[in-house]
């Protein structure tokens, strides 16, 4: 049984940071694009961060680029989202997915795989 289990969510106030991390089990996913996406209430998922097993090569949205970095320890299968100068709009649930077999994936629908979500509520 292919499982996502995300951790590290939590309450922090604006300009604190927390660190996600995805553990996965039932499968390695060393070589399937490995992304974070969000939901806030009364809006739609939308892409957060991605990681491309192909060279490592990462990718962001425009909102939160320069503050949040993906990471991903292959060994552990094992995907990271560190969060830093959060944001009250960052406040989301937050959901880790893997797209199997894709080299790189921005968009929710490719994605196989999904958590079951952790909170983040940054307070202003």
């Known amino acids: 049984q292919v499982q996502l289990v995300e951790s590290g969510g939590g309450l922090v106030q604006a300009g604190g940071s927390l660190r996600l991390s995805c553990a996965a089990s039932?499968?390695?996913?060393?070589?399937?694009?490995m992304g974070w996406f969000r939901q806030a209430p009364g809006k739609e998922r939308e892409f957060v961060a991605a990681?491309?097993?192909?060279?490592?090569?990462?990718y962001y949205a425009d909102s939160v680029k320069g503050r949040f970095t993906i990471s991903r320890d292959n060994v552990k299968n094992t995907v990271y989202l560190q969060m830093n100068s959060l944001k009250p709009e960052d406040t989301a649930v937050y959901y880790c997915?893997?797209?199997?077999?894709?080299?790189?994936?921005?968009?929710?629908?490719?994605?196989?795989?999904w958590g079951q979500g952790t909170q983040v509520t940054v307070s202003s």
């Open positions: 997915a893997a797209a199997s077999g894709r080299t790189v994936s921005l968009s929710s629908d490719e994605y196989d795989y």
């Open positions: 039932g499968r390695r996913f060393s070589r399937d694009c």
């Open positions: 990681f491309s097993w192909s060279g490592g090569s990462t």
